[in-house]
C-alpha cells in the first residue's frame, strides 16, 4: 500500500517537475526578448528607418524595439462579448459540467479577432499588425451563461438530461485610445515602420511599461525555476523512497 502511494506521489510530482520546467524555458525567453528589445520612441524608430531608406532602400532596415504609444485605427472589430470597437480581442469559452466528483471545467473555444492598427507618440507612428502576437493585458469582460434547457441526448421521444452547468466567457481586448508597450521586430517599408510577427521574431503586445514587462517576466522564471527545483528534488525523494520500501 505504501509503496503503490510512494509511486503515484512519484508520478504525480515527476509531472509538476515537468511543467514547471516547460515554463521555466518559456519565461525565460520571454525575458530574454524583453531585455534584447532596445527601449526607443516611436519618433526615433521612424527617423532611422528614413535614414536607412535614403541610404540603401525602404526593405532593409530591421530593428529590434520596445516601443510605447496611444493605439489609433481606422477600422475595428466588435468585439462578441463587451461589444467594444477593438483593434483586437480574445474570447475564451470555458464549459463548467458536472462530473461523478463535483463540477470539472474545459476549454470549449478560443476565438480572436484583428486589425492592424497605428501606434502614435508625439506626433510620430508606424503600424502595428496584431496577427499571431503575443497580448497581455487585463480581463475586459466575463460572462456566464446558463445552458440550453434543450442541450442533452435525445433518444426518441426521450431527453437525457445535460450535465452541463454553464459557460464562462472571458473576452480580452485593445481598444483605439488605449496606451499599450510593443516589443517585436521594427521593418521598414514604402509605408513607413511596421512590427509585426516574423519568423523568429515574436510580437508581444502589453499594457504596461517596458521596465515593468521585463521584471515581471524576471520574477515569473525565477519562481518557476523554485518550483521546478522543489517538484523534481520531491518526485526523486519519493522514488528512492519507493525503492526502499519496495
Known sequence: MISTILLILTGVLGHL???QIRLVGESRTRWLRGLEAAPVEVAEVVAMAEAARREVGPHLFHQVVAVTGTVVADRTRESPIGRAA????RVETVRRYRTDKGVAEEVEGNRRGQVPFTLRADGAELTVDPVDATVEVPVAEIREDRPDPDEG???????IGSRTVGYRHTEWRVEPGQRVTVFGEARGDADG???AVRPGRPLTITNVERADHVQAQHATNRAAVSKAVLHTLGSLTAFVAFLLVG
Not at 477593438?86 to 480581442?89: A, K, R
Not at 441526448?153 to 431527453?159: A, E, N, W
Open 153 to 159: 441526448l435525445r433518444i426518441g421521444p426521450v431527453t
Open 86 to 89: 477593438s483593434v483586437w480581442y
Open 17 to 19: 517537475a515537468y511543467r
Open 193 to 195: 515602420v511596421r512590427l
